[in-house]
Structures are given as structure tokens and as C-alpha cells.
């Protein structure tokens, strides 16, 4: 599995205009430390391949105001990734695409909590489920219920249908 990393950079520019980035001489000390005052923390970290088997470009997010908050988003990344077993693959690119597609939405990671549960219970991570569809795949999943309570569920679903 990636590790990933943290890294500092800057929007300094040089004489001809092209951004410093890492290579910025104000981002570290006289003594080879960081400077606090100077430049943003991002991370980077390797995700699986894509479905098809073709190389996804890695995750980079920047923004971070010191190397533990970068750290500690790099490590839920981590986290996330690893709830797929070593013999997942397509469960580990799943979890994938909803952190890249969740990032995109709502600048946030998915919940792990959220992510763990549609796991376990064999949901598709990208896949959004409607109420209807739950409530079919909940009564069928139900064992011990009435069945007027289950004719009822079924009535509500047809009558709510979307």
C-alpha cells in the first residue's frame, strides 16, 4: 500500500514569474528547519489503478497551515483505503473513486464510519442508493416480520415511488 508524503511549497516567483514552489530558499531556516512563517503543507499519496487497470494520477491536497494537519488528512486517506482487504482490489479502487469524487464535491474525505458499514454490508461505494432501493434490498434482507407489515412496507414504496 502507498504511503504517501507531506511536503511544503510556496507561491513565490522568481525573475521570470515561474512559481518557486519547493525549490522557494525562504521556506526553510538558516539551520535547515522549516520556516513557520513561510509557505503552505500539502500531501501526496499513490491511489489503486483505476477499473480498467490504467494508472491513476495521485492524490495531492494542499492548503494545510502546519505538517500535522497534513499528516493527520494523509493518515484518514490511508485509513480508508486499507478498510479493503489485502485480496480487494476492486474494493480498494472503489474507495478510491469516492475519495477523489467526494473530495470534488464537497472538499471533505467520505466518512469512515459511512464507507466501513457499505462494506460490510456489500453496497457499492460509488454507487448512490435511493430510499426505494434500500427499502427493497431491507425487506429482502428481513426475516422475521409480519406480513401485513410487509405488504404495508411494499405499499409505500409503490405509492412514494420517485
Not at 1 to 17: L, N
Not at 38 to 59: A, D, F, S, T, V
Request: net charge positive; aromatic share 6%.
Amino acid at each position: 500500500m502507498a504511503e504517501g508524503s507531506t511536503f511544503k511549497r510556496c507561491s513565490c516567483r522568481d525573475g521570470d514569474g515561474k512559481e518557486l514552489g519547493q525549490k522557494c530558499p525562504k521556506l526553510r531556516r538558516s539551520g535547515g528547519g522549516w520556516n513557520h512563517r513561510h509557505g503552505i503543507w500539502h500531501y501526496q499519496i499513490e491511489l489503486p489503478p483505476n477499473p480498467g487497470g490504467k494508472r491513476r494520477g495521485p492524490l495531492r491536497r494542499g492548503g494545510f497551515t502546519s505538517q500535522d494537519d497534513a499528516e493527520a488528512e494523509l493518515a484518514q486517506v490511508r485509513a480508508l483505503l486499507a478498510l479493503a482487504g489485502p485480496g480487494e482490489p476492486a474494493t480498494r479502487t472503489q474507495i478510491a473513486d469516492l475519495i477523489k469524487r467526494t473530495l470534488a464535491e464537497t472538499k471533505t474525505l467520505p466518512n469512515m464510519k459511512t464507507v466501513r458499514r457499505k462494506i460490510k454490508t456489500g453496497l457499492n461505494l460509488t454507487q448512490e442508493v435511493t430510499v426505494e432501493q434500500w427499502m427493497e434490498e431491507f425487506l429482502q434482507r428481513k426475516r422475521k416480520i409480519e406480513e401485513s407489515t410487509r405488504r404495508s412496507y411494499e405499499g409505500h414504496i409503490r405509492l412514494y415511488r420517485g
